[in-house]
């Protein structure tokens, strides 16, 4: 019979990988960084995999990556966007003094993502040396029963799983018992690093109890959970080769129910199962991967769910590398099938060293799984513990946001009380860059998005205007390039104690004295191959080539024949001669006056001072500027291209730029330069590269800093899964 079943399974999970397949659409982000715990003067340094979920290739879907470090508020401290090349990226955050000491989320996704709600996140914790603190005393442990699945159910036989621990997560040792109303020992515990299960068999309306000695030699009694009565529980097994699980509901109507195997993006598995069944799921037919197994009633309700990681954690060499303070170490035995490759070698104190766990890590909303209290023996407890928060699946008819293929893309909407939002067309420019502008049209509901075709790097101010001449009144709303909302995520405080005190001073002094060598360490920008679109039949006037009139209509008039000036009773307008060849073609009546760039009114720059322009170029011609169509360019420039007291209209708007991509610096302690400049580093190899080649020598410089290091080797196998081996590296 269970033969049977687990056929019925394995044919189920195929059947489902083509009745729900769209996972082809998705992309996911994988980003690596430099540690997860930071001190006021380090950078965090990000690289990023952007990969499709359905292959695990490269994806080059899209070409910028939004990263973002938010504090414990979920309120963005850092906020820049990568460029993408064939899915890969790299930046940095430099921590100042003035960022507070705390947890914080470094979060990445793509334009794409936000479609779905999907981001990478990665917990870190940053202390600040020159805050003024003090050593707070530990809080007290807290202890927690985690039944599987969320539910206690009366009548069934239970797992249990206790958490006994501090206020920083870190667990606490106890031995106890667990008691019925009379006292008999029901079971006896006995925790291994604050963790610990049991199993159980409540009876409805009775209270069970824990008794437990503490580190005082007090015995203390605590309530368990009641058990429900009208609830069902997953009951969860792992063997070596696949997962049994089992249904219990104690609703006496309640026979059977549907089962949903799924992760956040697919249902893998749907079908009847009765309450009781054994279920055989072998774990070769399942997808590697953060999965949770739900279970509704026959009314679609959920009753039940529980997460279960299915793939091993990582591949961890025993073999541990030595060497001596600023030795070159060689990396022998890579695997040259992967691509993609990254090779980080950073000081071992950092809490997530697998990359699996920081992908479980990034998924949860409950306190992130620490690569030293989690294995591949415990990780199924700590699923019980975990909580994710994952939209109900359903299928994906249309989405709102287009990827970021090739370029940047705003977007916003135009609202009016009296002028039709209809075909409008929208200018966004930045000062200073006259012919850097980007145009787009508004559809019927005053929705338009710019496409930005420029590589501009930074902050920048610029203007989103409406073309309209005739004076109507518009608001301009923009939406927001990052997200603005994220999950509650749960936090805990960050506590100092004289180790940590001790920690925290000796790095901040290491980097220090690092940074104070900068200038002779310097980090190479990548300066991109910038693309200048020059306009031909572009006529220039130097003003200064004339002689000066006191207003610039008299100076149109004077010195540009091609540009007429009308005038109503209300406004000015500018009429452009196309020249004799082009008099077979129809104008639209449509034109650019920009001003140092910026969009600006005919009478605007009538009204405006000649004395402080230096000279206006006019293109008499059509011209093409996305899907606008127009009859020709005015451009004014005032001397230093600032603007100069003229006051533009529209919406100011801070457009944020790509991070310029950098080399970062490594020592090379064979030159004789580096002989007398300190060598702090905590990064040892900040390594990345398309494949390892067979006669590529591959290593490292050791710094100054001695200790126990992380060498952690990541790639994407011909199959398209993420590959890591993690080595030690002990330097002397």
Known sequence: ????????????????????????????????????????????????????????????????????????QQIPVFQTKIKLEKGQGTGD???????????????????WMKNFGDYYRIPITIYNPFEEYMVTPAGAPKMEFYPESGNLVAGFKNKVLLRYANEQGVGIDLKGRIVDPEGNTLSTIESTEGMAKFYLSPLANTQYRMIYEDSSMNFNFINLPMACQACASISLTEFSQRFVLKVNDNVKHEKSGILKIRDRYKIYFEGDLEVGQLLNMDKKSMPEGLLRVEYFDAQGEMKAHRLFYNGPIAVIKSEIIKTKSRNFVELADLNQSITSVSIVVRSYESAS????????????????????????TNLDDWMILSKVSWPEWEPIDQVAMMPEHRNDLIEGIITSRE?????KIIV???????????????????KFLLNIEQDMAGDNNGYINVLDYDGGE?????????????????????????????????????????????????????????????????KNYHLDDFTRFPTMRDSFIEYIPGIAIGKSRTDYDFNIRWPAELSAFKQTGIYLVLFDGILASPKEVLEYSPYNISDIEVLSERYYIGSAVLDGIIALKTKEGDLYGFEPKGLKYKYKGLQRQKIYFFPDHTQSKELRIPDQRKILAWQFMDQIQPSQKMGFYASDVLGTFDVLITGISPSGELIQEIRTLVVE
Request: net charge negative; with cysteine.
């Open 1 to 72: 019979m269970n033969r049977l079943r687990y056929l019925t399974l394995c044919s189920l999970i195929l059947f489902h990988f083509a009745g729900n397949g769209q996972d082809n659409i998705h992309e996911e982000v994988f980003l690596q960084i430099s540690s997860d715990r930071f001190v006021s003067g380090e950078r965090i340094l990000f690289h990023a995999l952007v990969r499709s979920k359905s292959s695990g290739k490269l994806s080059e879907l899209s070409s910028i990556l939004y990263v973002e470090l938010l504090d414990d």
């Open 93 to 111: 955050f430099f921590i100042s003094s003035l960022i507070e000491s705390g947890n914080y989320q470094l979060i990445g996704y793509t334009r």
């Open 353 to 376: 060293r697998s990359a699996v766990i920081s992908q479980i890590n990034s998924q949860l909303v409950t306190r992130p799984l620490r690569s030293d209290f989690v294995s591949q």
């Open 419 to 423: 002028e039709d939002v209809f075909e």
């Open 428 to 446: 966004f420019s930045i000062p200073g860059k006259t012919y850097d502008i980007n145009l787009a049209q508004t559809d019927v509901n005053g």
């Open 474 to 538: 518009y608001e301009i709303i923009m939406n927001s390039e990052f997200y603005t909302e994220y999950p509650n995520f749960e936090n805990w405080p960050i506590r100092y104690d004289s180790l940590t005190v001790t920690q925290v001073i000796k790095s901040s002094v290491g980097i220090q004295i690092e940074n104070s060598f900068q200038h002779l360490r310097r980090d190479s920008i990548v300066m991109g191959k910038k693309e200048h679109f020059k306009i031909l039949n572009v």
